[in-house]
DNA sequence: CTGTATCCGTCACGATACTG
DNA sequence: CAGTATCGTGACGGATACAG
């Protein structure tokens, strides 16, 4: 936990905020919750997932994979069948990831009355 | 923890997601550390933070403000003078990120190793 | 089936100038 | 000091067509 006056030049800094980036992306979470259970192939990924297209659904998976999160292991039979898998460390990513969702489950109903509290606020003044 | 064929459909996962992406965008969580330990003034959190935009640091505090996850205090004097501190729910949600990024610094050279890895198996392969 | 290539719209973000 | 207004840019993400 290394301290900087600006912590956005900090490297390891630079490195927590791109793992935040990473999971707070539009599909990365959804992908490892599908694959959490079990192995998936890619077209059972897309429709799991629902709504992806199948650009980001690979490139999400590319990351995942450069990342070491997720195997990909073709098969190499025809149809062509690709399987993926979370490694051990996509798991344990998974960890972190649960605590902040049951946080938001959790505190889901004050975030929406104080929102409510703030336009109603707003439009007060307005 | 509802389940959903398409998660992306149902409304509390939607909660979720956006919770996230606040999260992972770029410069609320660096916010949040600055005001960690004690309130803040507008510039003082400018300077702390480092290298963020007026513009971006007005809009990101106006987000968490209206989640409520910090106040806004004006003081009517001259020069102004606005304080932001962090509410309790701003600090609860403090520990859950704290967690995720533990498990950054802890996992982060196996997945620089990993890079290392399928980049060069990239390149090989080209 | 499992991708890659291409085009395109939107929006987050940054820089700058201006205001109370 | 603490914003707001305006404009520009690039990355992100969707749709579609094509390929192995």
New interface residues.
Partial sequence: ?TES?????NP??R???E????????WT??IV?ALETQSRRFNELKR????ISQQMLTRTLRML????MVTRTVHPTVPPQVDYALTD?GR??A???M???????A??P??H???AA??GAMEDAA
Same sequence: chains 1, 2.
């Avoid at 799991?48 to 709504?51: I, M, Q």
């Fill in positions: 936990m006056p600006h912590p956005h030049s390891d800094c490195a927590v905020s793992l935040l980036s990473r999971v707070g992306d539009k979470v959804l919750k799991e997932v629902g709504g994979e450069r990342d070491g460390l344990s990513l960890v972190p990831v605590a902040l969702t049951e946080w938001t489950f505190n889901l004050e975030i009355a104080n929102r703030y336009d």
